[in-house]
């Protein structure tokens, strides 16, 4: 299984859709979780850290379930300057940031 | 807050040819330091990190090299490049472990 894995879409959802994404991984002793999104040709930039109590802002909320080691990121009401490549990260082996390959949204009118 | 600077923004090399990639840090004391690549629509490959001045690991065997001479300043090299170079190479910067990480603005290398 690899360290972590995401599913790459594309996503492609209407303006004002809720759509989730998960994040799967397999170092269970992780602590510190979390999502960035990534423009074209950007670097990747933070959106959210991930607390073991859910964290929400705005139309955003990212969600950690230990127990079957996973975490969500849910958008509500997208936007066209949503789509982008949305990363997570978990600290792998020797807790090195291990990004998944990230999940391409696209929101259209 | 910390800052990372990384340039050039854009780089075109024949094979054969060095590379050096610059990257300095502002805002913070005794960073981890990490040096990825992504090929074009593919995710972050970890090069290189670095937990202090002159400690540098490898995560894949490649023809790339890495150093960090001062505390907040890492540098990634090639004697030779290949045309397998190509890539977005981006430095990031962490505050201790289990932080987030804050990259630069990445540099676009294309070896033609």
């Known amino acids: 299984r690899k360290e972590v894995e995401q599913d790459p879409g594309p996503f492609n959802v209407p303006e004002g859709a809720t759509v989730a994404f998960n994040c799967t991984y397999s170092?269970?002793?992780?602590?510190?979780f979390f999502w960035y999104r990534q423009d074209c040709r950007k670097e990747p930039k933070l959106l959210m850290s991930v607390y073991s109590s859910g964290n929400e802002d705005g139309r955003f909320t990212a969600q950690l379930n230990r127990a079957s080691q996973y975490i969500s990121l849910l958008i509500r009401d997208s936007k066209l300057s949503d789509s982008a490549t949305y990363l997570c990260?978990?600290?792998?082996?020797?807790?090195?940031?291990?990004f998944g390959r990230g999940t391409s949204l696209i929101v259209h009118p | 807050s910390q800052t990372i600077h990384q340039w050039p923004a854009t780089l075109v090399q024949p094979v054969g040819s060095p590379l050096s990639l610059e990257c300095t840090v502002e805002?913070?004391?005794?960073?981890?330091l990490y040096w990825y690549r992504q090929a074009a629509g593919r995710g972050l490959q970890l090069l290189f990190y670095s937990v202090g001045i002159g400690q540098i690991s490898s995560e894949v065997p490649q023809n790339l090299s890495a150093s960090r001479p001062q505390d907040r300043q890492f540098i990634l090299s090639s004697k030779k490049l290949l045309l397998s170079d190509s890539g977005f190479y981006l430095c990031?910067?962490?505050?201790?472990?289990?932080?987030?990480?804050?990259f630069g603005s990445g540099t676009q290398l294309s070896v033609l």
């Open positions: 170092n269970s002793a992780s602590q510190s």
């Open positions: 805002g913070t004391s005794n960073p981890n």
């Open positions: 990260v978990v600290p792998g082996g020797s807790y090195i940031p291990t």
């Open positions: 990031a910067c962490q505050g201790s472990r289990d932080e987030k990480l804050f």
